[in-house]
């Protein structure tokens, strides 16, 4: 395989997988601390509130983190980032197994897990956006049902595992997988096309680069001057505010209603099972009618998922939940980073993705606690699910006011 194209057209296919099973192993360890809830809860005594706080608080560095990881992606390439966080990732699972005190919850997860999943989402898109310029919302839409499948996989697996082995040795199980796995893949990142050469030497590992010919578009400093930026910025934070309390409390609220520990895991698989369709159809739908167009479709499917979520109580009444809600955040996830290279460009695709996921996390910090105190004061999640569809409104509004065409209003000063 000495031609160039074919050489870059086989790589992308690696840049692909590799990008999908970032996102499948990355969300999927992380969704799955819901499943732990109960057994810590048993152990320890612990309120809702309190461990919700350490998912809270990985969420808000992992975002606050995304920033400087998008802009170190910009500079230095996604192997030595995916590398360094892979290996916190791991650890602070691994470290989740000796757990005995609360400061130890925040710093093993809210800490070093949160520092782990900073390059999850920005390094896996910010790459594939780079690696695809044509069909990038479709092959955006591929590595995002990664998510889904993580969703699918690791919840009822966690569950399985701590049925029959416990939690801490669950951690132990997934905090090794996690870290050779992100690991090994790492190793076979790379920026974008133009590390690729038709001159590559094999043993001497020597590259000869060129330049990315699509490698355009606005600054981070131009683009926060913009409506754009912050509309998108804020329908992330609405979305990922909600995302984050279905995420870390749709198991304990099963559970209230009498509902299994294993059909209660189920309801997350139920999620990335439906968001798997929806990612695929997403990225289709992005490259033909666009990203806005997209995003308001998901959230009106949001709205309709949280007002069914405050009415039902029974399992059958979750499970349809869990569909239509899938179908919602598989589309919103997927959209987020071609709708950033839509709109501004990917040269500083990483940063300026990196800002919005952070906006996103903001939300989905603080919207666990939230719901943590909201139901041990309330003793339920009534007014949680309000508070979301308020939210989501607001979202919904925003987004229907940006402009048909990404052009309109961005101009260099």
């Known amino acids: 395989m000495n031609n160039t194209g074919d050489i870059k057209l086989f790589y992308r296919h690696i840049i692909t997988a590799s ?104 390094v896996a898109l910010t790459t594939i956006a780079r690696w695809f310029d044509k069909k990038r919302g479709m092959m955006t839409g591929i590595v995002k049902v990664g998510t889904g499948a993580g969703y699918l996989i690791c919840p009822i697996g966690a569950s399985l595992l701590i049925s029959n082995y416990g939690w801490r040795t669950t951690y132990i199980i997934i905090g090794s997988a996690v870290l050779i796995i992100l690991v090994s893949i790492a190793q076979l990142l790379k920026r974008d096309p133009s590390t690729l050469s038709p001159v590559e030497d094999l043993q001497t590992k020597k590259v000869v680069c060129e330049p990315n010919s699509a490698d355009e578009g606005f600054s981070l400093s131009e683009v926060l001057c913009t409506r754009h930026f912050w509309t998108i910025c804020i329908a992330n934070l609405v979305f990922v505010f909600c995302a984050m309390i279905i995420v870390v409390h749709i198991i304990p609220h099963a559970r209230d209603i009498k509902i299994s520990v294993t059909n209660a895991a189920s309801i997350l698989s139920v999620i990335g099972g439906a968001s798997i369709f929806s990612r695929i159809a997403t990225g289709i739908a992005i490259d033909r009618i666009g990203s806005k167009k997209v995003m308001i479709f998901c959230f009106l499917l949001l709205t309709i998922a949280l007002f069914w979520l405050s009415i039902a109580g029974s399992l059958w009444a979750l499970t349809l939940f869990a569909v239509i809600y899938g179908l919602a955040h598989g589309g919103i996830f997927t959209v987020i980073s071609p709708m950033v290279a839509e709109f501004f460009g990917i040269s500083s695709h990483g940063i300026i993705l990196g800002v919005v996921v952070f906006a996103g996390n903001l939300g989905g910090s603080v919207s666990p606690i939230l719901a943590g105190l909201i139901f041990d004061a309330t003793g339920g999640y009534g007014p949680v699910y309000g508070i979301c569809l308020l939210m989501i409104a607001l979202g919904l509004a925003l987004l229907i006011s940006l402009p048909s065409e990404p052009s309109v209003g961005l101009e260099r000063k």
Not at 33 to 55: C, K, Q
Not at 67 to 80: A, H, Q, S
């Open 19 to 122: 990008c999908f099973s970032i996102q499948a192993i990355g969300v999927g360890a992380h969704i799955s601390f819901g499943v732990f809830f109960n057994p810590l809860i048993t152990e320890f005594g612990w309120s809702r509130a309190t461990i919700s706080g350490a998912s809270s608080m990985a969420f808000f560095l992992m975002g606050l983190l995304s920033i400087f990881v998008g802009r170190l992606n910009d500079r230095v390439g996604p192997r030595i980032i995916m590398t360094i966080t892979g290996i916190f990732f791991g650890l602070g699972l691994l470290l989740m197994s000796r757990l005995d005190f609360v400061w130890q919850l925040y710093l093993f997860y809210g800490v070093v897990v949160g520092i782990g999943l900073s390059s999850i989402d920005v």
